[in-house]
């Protein structure tokens, strides 16, 4: 496999224009946390979305916070579809169209429901469901064990980890490592473009499996 990236190591590189170099169907899953979309028509206020600003004025034109145009080579890359996304809920519908509508997917909603979500005194809902977007074509197998199959998971909100990483928006590791272990095998290849904290790498190597 041809590529100046080596498996099981990490790259502080610009995504977009890295996965180019990655070979097409060479990864086995996806598993990513796009930067978030928090206020309807535009990237929001967060420190993610302010970076997300940047980048559309410097370098491409972004929607719903990030370029989607990375879909594509999501596609080109894996073997078969097969890719987990964590994203907000006013990038739902653009996420989901692309991969139902245009590429014929199955779909299930996962949720990180918190116990200890931020209170709210203006005239909206509470902040406490995180929402990840999983999709596989035909011929994608899941594995066995009851266990795994959970669709929703339940903690506080992740402080420890966001304040001993320095990361907003850090996951729990053994939801993380649920899924990859649901829809993987050992020795597979996991593949997150919008790394962060590096969960989801960190679960790749508990389960044996590879990550770019």
Same mark, same amino acid.
């Given at each position: ?88 809920? $006013?990038?739902?519908?653009?996420? #989901? ?9 199955? *779909? %299930?909603?996962? &949720? ?35 266990? $795994?199959?959970?669709?929703?998971? #339940? ?9 001993? *990483? %320095?990361?907003? &928006? ?43």
């Amino acid at each position: 496999m041809k590529t100046k990236y080596e498996l099981d190591n990490i790259y502080c590189v610009d995504c977009y224009e890295a996965i180019k170099d990655i070979p097409d169907k060479s990864i086995d899953c996806i598993y990513t946390d796009i930067p978030y979309l928090y206020v309807q028509g535009g990237v929001g206020h967060s420190e993610l979305g302010n970076r997300a600003g940047r980048k559309r004025e410097q370098l491409r034109p972004i929607s719903d916070g990030i370029d989607f145009a990375i879909f594509d080579d999501f596609c080109r890359v894996l073997k078969r579809i097969n890719v987990f996304i964590w994203c907000s809920r $006013l990038q739902m519908l653009s996420v #989901m169209k692309y991969f139902i509508e245009n590429k014929g997917c199955s *779909f %299930e909603l996962l &949720t990180w429901n918190k116990t200890n979500p931020i209170p709210q005194t203006n005239n909206a809902w509470l902040p406490d469901i995180e929402y990840c977007l999983y999709f596989r074509e035909a011929g994608v197998r899941l594995n066995d064990g009851y266990e $795994l199959k959970s669709k929703w998971y #339940m903690s506080g909100a992740n402080k420890t980890d966001k304040d001993r *990483f %320095e990361h907003p &928006t850090c996951k729990p590791l053994s939801f993380v490592q649920r899924h990859i272990q649901h829809a993987t095998n050992e020795s597979d290849i996991v593949f997150d473009p919008f790394a962060g904290s590096g969960t989801s790498l960190v679960a790749a190597k508990n389960l044996g499996r590879h990550y770019w």
